[in-house]
T-cell receptor
Framework: DAGVIQSPRHEVTEMGQEVTLRCKPI?????LFWYRQTMMRGLELLIY????????DSGMPEDRFSAKMPNASFSTLKIQPSEPRDSAVYFC???????????????FGPGTRLTVL | GDSVTQMEGPVTLSEEAFLTINCTYT??????LFWYVQYPGEGLQLLLK?????DKGSNKGFEATYRKETTSFHLEKGSVQVSDSAVYFC??????????FGGGTRLMVKP
């Protein structure tokens, strides 16, 4: 299995531009998570999906951030407009549930390093 | 709400030294506990886990025991190697199906 795939691995953009991060979860997994990692705030959960439906987006910092999961094999995290304080590493993770609860581990992608100038 | 507190790093050790990284948690109910490891430039990988009190998780020479009475899940290894240099995250999963992570502890092992 290829694992969780994220693209791009690095993104450099200018303030005000739209940024779209992409994630392909492990085939068959029914949970997908988006995290943000910064030196100041550590690892933060932004949003997660179950069977393509957003379950909890309370970690999304503000309306400039949006996430979608149109099908079981693809998700996007969009920032519009981007700001320098959005610079971080963004991770996608997926997991397989059992009996409705997530008993198994989360598998993380390699991350997208975003720099907003 | 749930929270995880782990010792701040960096922790710098010589090869073959004994490692302990402290982790304590606050949670309602009986959470599952995890240690994840992040090598430079990579995503997090599960290192070990424990799902109930007194369980011991172990992998690659690392161990951690779920201590309900002290709400702790300290990570230990008897003899570290240079290749163990990484950032280690303690985490818990409670009823909400989400993971709550600690701040991470950077380990540097010198030859």
């Amino acid at each position: 299995d290829a694992g969780v795939i994220q693209s791009p691995r690095h993104e450099v953009t200018e303030m005000g531009q739209e940024v779209t991060l992409r994630c392909k979860p492990i085939s068959g997994h029914d949970y997908l998570f988006w995290y943000r990692q910064t030196m100041m705030r550590g690892l933060e959960l932004l949003i997660y999906f179950n069977n393509n439906v957003p379950i909890d987006d309370s970690g999304m910092p503000e309306d400039r951030f949006s996430a979608k999961m149109p099908n079981a094999s693809f998700s996007t995290l969009k920032i519009q407009p981007s700001e320098p304080r959005d610079s971080a590493v963004y991770f996608c993770a997926s997991s397989l549930s059992s009996g409705g609860a997530v008993y198994n581990e989360q598998f993380f992608g390699p991350g997208t390093r975003l720099t907003v100038l | 709400g749930d929270s995880v507190t782990q010792m701040e790093g960096p922790v710098t050790l010589s090869e073959e030294a004994f490692l302990t990284i402290n982790c304590t948690y606050t949670a309602t109910g009986y959470p599952s506990l995890f240690w994840y490891v992040q090598y430079p430039g990579e995503g997090l990988q599960l290192l070990l886990k424990a799902t109930k009190a007194d369980d011991k998780g172990s992998n690659k020479g690392f161990e951690a025991t779920y201590r309900k009475e002290t709400t702790s899940f300290h990570l230990e290894k008897g003899s570290v190697q240079v290749s163990d240099s990484a950032v280690y995250f303690c985490a818990l999963r409670s009823a909400g199906n989400m993971l709550t992570f600690g701040g991470g502890t950077r380990l540097m092992v010198k030859p």
